[in-house]
């Protein structure tokens, strides 16, 4: 298969979902009130600032953004349901610091946890669903370790469920950015996260959201709050506006109202330094190639855009596409070979690469091959 020979390099011609561009202006270390943080966009994982974003440090509740996490794939697999009824035991009970104060015993629906996880970052509740989930909470962190060396978090190690200090319960900004990232995929966890203020135990019991920015921040979604005398004041932030969507990390801010200042400074350069786009897939991506040898001449082809394209503002005119595509292929083609790519480039730099690939099995012409198509059309007649 050669490709290349047919190369067309075309300036798109973009849907753009934002406001008019301004010019990037830098962020320095100082505007931000704590000793590590991150920002990231979350659809690409693209890091867009850090400081200090891989020193390894405590991150106290923000430990349950990993909780929560498996707790939505033990939903989505059909393990758990959010129907499902929680018994809490001894151990769960016994968890100290923020917590919904649960008795041994004592049951709540999945649901009904999850949002005392989420809301009052209940260390008792995130006990009970881990319990639940595994059997033991020595089980889950067991998993959530396994998850953590799936995500690539290279810096971190827990010790527990809900991030009560311990010796060498430890993360970084970025480890928390890529944990964050993969919680809100889950859509369904933003019903708890937008929450101000609910009850439970049927009215009896009040809880606030510990996040807020909730009630301060344009575009906020969540995510988790965190704050103990080792890990300081922490949070990873979400936030959207004009399907721009953001992943604020800050980690040992002094106090909970710089820890709010850090994360609103980072969302804000995000949002007044960067835009998405939409682009529209080249004709010349999806047309038909000729098959050499094969039972048929042309084999079609297919390709999907990214989702969208992160670009800083100001410089929307500048992405271009490049498609490259086999002037022929050779059979036997497979149906998903690929047969091409498209590259979409910003001045230069490679943004992101699609596939081209086939859409149908193209046999490779023989005598039993072209018998069969007799006997096939000998049959219909």
């Given amino acids: 298969m050669k490709i290349g020979k047919r190369v067309v390099c075309i300036a798109l011609s973009l849907c ?17 009130p704590a000793p590590a943080a991150l920002l990231m966009e979350a659809d690409t994982g693209r890091v867009l600032y850090e400081k200090n974003a891989h020193e390894v440090r405590e991150c106290a509740s923000i430990t349950k953004v990993m909780t929560l996490l498996l707790v939505m794939e033990a939903i989505d697999s059909g393990k758990i349901s959010m129907t499902d009824t929680v018994t809490a035991s001894e151990h769960a009970s016994s968890m100290g610091g923020s917590d919904i104060w649960l008795a041994p015993g004592e049951t709540m629906t999945v649901d009904e946890m999850v949002k005392a996880t989420v809301v009052a970052s209940a260390n008792d509740a995130a006990v009970a669903l881990a319990e639940f989930v595994s059997g033991t909470e020595e089980a889950f962190v067991a998993e959530m370790n396994k998850k ?61 959201n510990t996040n807020k920015l909730l009630k301060s ?18 949070i990873s932030a979400t936030a959207e506006r004009d399907n721009l969507r953001l992943i604020a990390v800050t980690l ?16 804000d350069y995000g949002f007044a330094n960067y835009t998405v786009a939409i682009p529209s897939l080249p004709e010349e991506a999806i047309a038909p190639i000729p098959v050499v040898g094969g039972m048929q001449a042309l084999v079609g082809t297919k390709a999907t855009t990214p989702k969208s394209v992160l670009i800083p503002k100001g410089k929307e005119t500048a ?20 047969v091409g790519k498209i590259t979409y480039t910003l001045e230069g730099e490679t943004l992101v ?15 039993f091959a072209v018998l069969g198509v007799l006997m096939r059309q000998l049959f219909l007649m």
């Fill in 148 to 208: 953590a060396a799936d995500l690539g978090m290279k810096e971190t190690v827990f010790k527990n469920c809900n991030g009560l200090d311990e010796d060498g319960h430890v993360t970084s900004a970025y480890d928390v950015a890529l944990m964050s990232r993969e919680l809100i995929k889950h859509k369904q966890i933003f019903t708890y996260t937008s929450i101000w203020m609910d009850t439970l135990r049927g009215g009896k019991t009040q809880i606030v």
């Fill in 353 to 367: 690469e699609c596939e081209i690939t086939a859409t149908e099995p193209v046999e490779r012409i023989s005598l």
């Fill in 252 to 267: 040992g801010s002094a106090t909970g109202k710089e820890r709010f200042t850090a994360a609103s400074t980072l969302l």
């Fill in 319 to 338: 992405l271009e596409t490049k498609v490259e595509l086999s002037e022929s292929v050779e059979a036997p083609v497979e149906q998903g070979q690929v």
């Fill in 16 to 32: 753009f979902l934002l406001a008019a561009p301004c010019g990037a202006s830098a962020l320095s270390d100082e505007e931000i």
């Fill in 217 to 234: 921040y344009k575009g906020i979604t969540g995510l988790k709050t965190g704050t103990t005398g080792k890990a300081g004041s922490c």
